[in-house]
């Protein structure tokens, strides 16, 4: 065991070269993110049609990933789909980048959890402004894009974040696959330490991230505050005075 004393400075040190590798680790992110979504779209899509076969299907997909660890998955994306694609489709996806299998992975968890977000938020705006917008003249997509989604959009965004910020963190553990992120790249000089300095590479690494959710949280809180049109439609539910047995309209005092 290291019986090295802690050093502070070596955090500072170590942090340049963590950044260095910052943009794989955001590239898992925003894919797995941008993948995700839509793939969420169509579940939620899925599971508030008409379609008893669809919504079946979709309510099968987003239970069993739900309940899959992340990391589980993350190998068998790794080990077994390349071996299924082979199997199929004679495509060999080996020499295929690691993040290739990462986005993946991340893809098929975020879209399961975003899909639930999407189907709660829209079933929140209440119906009757589609059939108001319906019988209005506008057509079903008009109504659906221009009355239903932006409502619902900004009821998810708060959600949406934290699935993100999530999402984000669940990334650091595409290092297990050998993918050179962030934590990969503190992995390997911990290793070419011989297990010297983990902890200030890990403190590190642990800045880093705090960061980035910060930078999250604080970006998709102006998102929502500048998105919220409805802090400007509410009614004043402020009440008139009541007028109680004796007094008299229009007295003084």
């Known amino acids: 065991m290291e019986t090295r004393a802690f050093d502070a400075a ?10 260095s590798y910052l943009d794989v680790t955001l590239l898992v992110a925003a894919g797995g993110v941008g993948f995700g979504s839509a793939l969420g779209l169509l579940l939620a899509w899925a599971r508030l049609g ?3 076969v669809l919504h079946s299907a979709a309510t099968i997909y987003v239970y069993i990933m739900r309940c899959t660890p992340s990391i589980v998955l993350l190998f068998i994306v790794f080990y077994g789909l390349p071996k299924l694609m082979e199997a199929v489709f ?20 975020f879209g399961a959890y975003i899909s639930e977000v999407f189907r709660a938020a829209y079933k929140a705006v209440p119906r009757g402004q589609y059939e108001a917008a319906v019988s209005a003249g506008l057509t079903p997509f008009q ?6 989604l932006p409502q619902a959009a900004i009821i998810a965004l708060p959600n949406f974040g ?4 999530n999402l984000l963190k669940e990334g650091s553990l595409a290092y297990t696959i050998g993918l050179v992120d962030m934590i990969g ?8 330490n011989y297990g010297a300095y983990a902890i200030e590479i890990y403190f590190a690494a642990m800045l880093i991230y705090w960061v980035l959710v910060l930078l999250l949280e604080q970006g998709f809180a102006l998102v929502e505050k500048r998105l919220d049109v409805g802090t400007s439609l509410r009614v004043n539910t ?16």
């Open 185 to 192: 790249r503190g992995t390997l000089v911990i290793a070419q």
């Open 143 to 148: 109504a659906f894009v221009h009355i239903m």
């Open 10 to 19: 070596m955090i500072v040190q170590f942090l340049p070269d963590l950044l």
């Open 50 to 52: 008409g379609n008893a």
């Open 238 to 253: 402020t009440k008139s005075p009541t007028l109680r047995g004796g007094d008299a309209v229009g007295t003084g005092s």
């Open 90 to 109: 004679r495509y060999d996806m080996n020499d295929l980048h690691r993040a290739v299998f990462a986005i993946i992975t991340f893809t098929l968890l």
């Open 162 to 165: 934290n699935s993100t910020i």
